[in-house]
């Protein structure tokens, strides 16, 4: 895999100078068989590393270059014909697949996930209760130290985390949680999800906002416990949070719509020529594809999902 990473940029790089005078050359791909690039939101950088390599273990013909990068970037990629599939958390806008229609292209969107966008804090914060209003609060700098929601707590301003400027978690945040309010500029933004994971488990006052994918237990196949790095909060629609209207990003919650912060995650496939692109997208829709996404604790789009009564 690593090597994958190495050469995705030589590959992204051989497509965007080739001469745009001249007719690309004859897709050799097929569905099972080919070297393609995949642009890939980072936030779903643990599952697709799994799908692809079961993917290219069942089809050894086949190569799948990922590149895990924003979700702006990944659009980016996909408009300018420097890959054919991309994996993001919205479909394309009707600008977008206009734009697409004039290159002759027809692009498709299959929803293949649910994911929870989890709210994680320091092991040693013991506030683990917040309501959707209150976290709009936050991230619009409407209340800026945690006494102002959480009376006893002695933890000063809030730290504020994002994975990157340009990622899906932002855009989630401006469109489903600040309704187009807009942010705060004290907000940190580092590289990744890794680094907020980190960044929140060595600062108390900070709150970090993640694909819940990133925070599975990978010992726990029952997918009801996540890592012990950081906490993760329960979550309230309601504007009052209580333990019994509150929920983690559990597979059950997002299944019965219990959990409120949740966002759905959408495989783009322009593939004219019907090859390796359209064989990748159908595996991961397929039984095997979605049973890497049921493992990795977000809810699969067309896998029957069992559900397991849990308590906190």
Known sequence: MKFKYLFASLVLFFFSCQNKGKDKPADTNTYTSGVISVAIDENFK???EEEIDVFEALTPKAS?????TSEVNAINLLL???VRVAITTRALSTKEDEFLKTKQFNARSYKIATDGVALIVNKKNADS???VE???KIITGEVTNWKEIFPNSKLGNFQVVFDNKNSSTVRYAIDSISKGKKLS??????????EVIDYVSKTPNAIGIIGVNWLGNRKDTTNLSFKNDVRVMSVSAEPEATRQNSYKPFQAYLFY?????????YIIVNDPAGSLQTGFSIFITSDRGQKIILKSGLLPATQTVRVAHIKD
Request: without cysteine; proline residues 8%; glycine residues 2%.
């Open 46 to 48: 643990p599952i697709l």
């Open 129 to 131: 209760l917040i309501s």
């Open 64 to 68: 799948i270059i990922p590149v895990f």
């Open 185 to 194: 500029q004290k907000l940190y933004a580092q590289n990744n999800n890794l």
């Open 134 to 136: 209150n976290i709009r």
């Open 257 to 265: 719509g219990y959990y409120p912060l949740t966002r759905s995650v």
């Open 80 to 82: 300018k014909d420097s």
